[in-house]
């Protein structure tokens, strides 16, 4: 098979088509597609000519939110691994492909463009970090990492690079197993979401989830026969922990914006949660973000609050009840307060979009006659098999 160089986009597993509608939208001249089988978490950015591969992708890595992490893949191998019957054959086989994969990185005019991808203040790359996610086959044939790791070292040696382990600043080769596709891929050096945040919660919503499941919101909103565009769009997380989903609103809000055709200064952004912890995190991420009052964060249990200016999207992750032990009881009590208080509080046409891996919980508290399930995605997140629902308001128009 020929190699050739193309982004690899890491957005979780699940989110696929956000992230190809993302970069479809923002870079129409490339070619966005879902990466090495279905939910496989990756989506390949290839340029139409690969001559002029570096130049065309420049923009996407500081652009896109759909992203987790960022690779550009260096080389990739067809690996018939139940060809490779003895750990003598498995090992030349690698060595061949180390052995493409840092030809290509020796190359003086493709090693400085990938440097400066990696670190524009560099021309050149002269060492590597190589890291492993080890195939099945090799463990099957008692091959460690370490191992892996000696062999790509022996190769970047023989073409004058040099391997580092565990050192800032380093370029981190990532050698990942694709089924029979084993790729190299250089690791750019991008915020997940590129959403700068300064406090996360472990079981906090990725951003790239945030972004998708926003994304699904303001396509329902630019669909609807119902929903009326105004001077503002308002979002409203009830349940916004350390701000992830509100603060990608507002960082996002161009684009956002261009999907209801409105200007970004007139999306309202508004968070609650009765988590004073949580509250200060959001607060000093706003702040850090350049956010300032455009986001606002009010201290109380989402029931009793009545907004001032109804909501166009709801958007939220309610409480899986798993890192955090909660009741089924309590927890069907809050979803379902949650659904209620969606329908006082958003305008005719409004829609709700949760994340949730409780599909029990969620189908015994929607409103049939209130919420219209528009759609469901599969997603996985923090190794959870969970569903984005998308449900908007029935209201006749």
């Not at 005019?109 to 400066?116: E, F, S, T, Y």
């Not at 191992?147 to 580092?164: D, V």
């Not at 700068?196 to 303001?218: D, I, N, R, W, Y």
């Not at 009590?333 to 659904?339: G, I, K």
Request: hydrophobic share 40%.
């Amino acid at each position: 098979m020929r190699s050739r160089l193309k982004l690899l986009v890491s957005c979780g597993q699940g989110l696929e088509p956000a992230c190809v509608q993302e970069i479809s939208t923002l870079f129409p001249a490339l070619q966005a597609t879902p990466g090495y089988g279905r939910r496989s978490g990756f989506v390949e950015v290839n340029s139409t000519d690969e001559a002029t591969f570096f130049e065309d992708v420049a923009g996407v890595p500081s652009s896109i939110h759909c992203q987790e992490k960022i690779y550009v893949a260096v080389h990739e191998k067809e690996m018939q691994w139940h060809l490779f019957t003895t750990k003598d054959i498995l090992e030349r086989k690698l060595e061949d492909f180390f052995d493409e994969t840092f030809k290509k990185l020796a190359n003086p005019v493709l090693n400085g463009k990938l440097a400066g991808m990696v670190n524009p203040s560099e021309t050149s790359i002269t060492c590597v970090e190589i890291a492993t996610l080890l195939p099945k086959a090799l463990a099957e044939r008692h091959l460690t990492q370490s191992q892996l790791q000696a062999i790509g070292n022996r190769k970047a040696k023989s073409r004058g690079i040099e391997m580092i382990l565990k050192q800032k600043d380093v370029p981190r080769l990532l050698v990942r197993a694709f089924g029979d596709i084993l790729v190299a891929l250089l690791q750019l050096p991008v915020r997940p979401g590129n959403l700068p945040l300064t406090k996360v919660h472990p079981t906090g919503l990725f951003p790239s989830f945030a972004f998708a499941m926003l994304q699904e919101a303001f396509e329902l909103l630019s669909v609807s026969q119902v929903w009326q565009r105004g001077e503002a769009v308002h979002v409203v997380d009830p349940m916004c922990g350390a701000g992830t989903i509100p603060l990608m609103a507002w960082t996002a809000r161009e684009y956002l914006g261009q999907m209801v055709d409105v200007e970004p200064g007139s999306l309202l952004v508004s968070g609650i949660d009765t988590d004073e912890v949580f509250l200060a995190m959001a607060t000093e991420n706003a702040s850090a973000l350049g956010a300032g009052e455009s986001v606002s964060f009010m201290s109380s249990d989402f029931s009793p609050v009545n907004l001032d200016s109804p909501a166009d999207a709801i958007v939220c992750q309610p409480p899986y009840g798993y890192s955090i032990a909660i009741p089924d009881a309590s927890l069907e009590s809050m979803h379902a307060d949650l659904f209620d208080w969606a329908a006082r509080n958003t305008r005719a046409g409004g829609v709700i979009i949760v994340i949730s891996p409780r599909k029990d919980i969620i189908s015994r508290v929607v409103q049939q006659d209130t919420w219209l399930l528009v759609r469901s995605s599969r997603v996985r997140q923090h190794s959870l098999e969970c569903k984005i629902y998308a449900y908007r308001r029935l209201d006749t128009p």
